[in-house]
Nanobody, 121 residues
């Protein structure tokens, strides 16, 4: 069974930090790249970060450059999104998804349930 389970969202003030975690089912973890995507109200869904299974390289959106980082703990089948210097415009539902780095959001195959991140000004 494919599972991606996100945790770690919440409410934080602008300038603060949060770390999101996503536990991935075993088969999915080894077969797919894992991405973090977000969708804010009234906005298009955005691929924020992605980590490649093949070489561990990461892709990211320019909107989070220098503020967010993504990492993976293979032993725990868990990926993390460390979010620093948060801005109100980072407010969104954040999803962990399995697919191929570099693909548009709609081509990701499996999705978690999402976790809300709210950044107050």
């Amino acid at each position: 069974e494919v599972q991606l389970v996100e945790t770690g969202g919440g409410l934080v003030q602008a300038g603060g930090s949060l770390r999101l975690s996503c536990v991935v089912s075993e088969g999915t973890f080894v077969e797919y790249d894992i991405g973090w995507l977000r969708q804010a109200p009234g906005k298009e869904r955005e691929v924020v970060f992605c980590i490649s299974r093949s070489d561990g390289s990461t892709d990211y959106s320019e909107s989070v450059k220098g503020r967010f980082t993504m990492s993976s703990d293979d032993a725990k089948r868990t990926v993390y999104l460390q979010m620093n210097s948060l801005k109100p415009e980072d407010t969104a539902v954040y999803y962990c998804a399995a697919g191929l780095c570099g693909s548009p959001d709609y081509e990701y195959d499996y999705w978690g349930q999402g976790t809300q991140v709210t950044v107050s000004s």
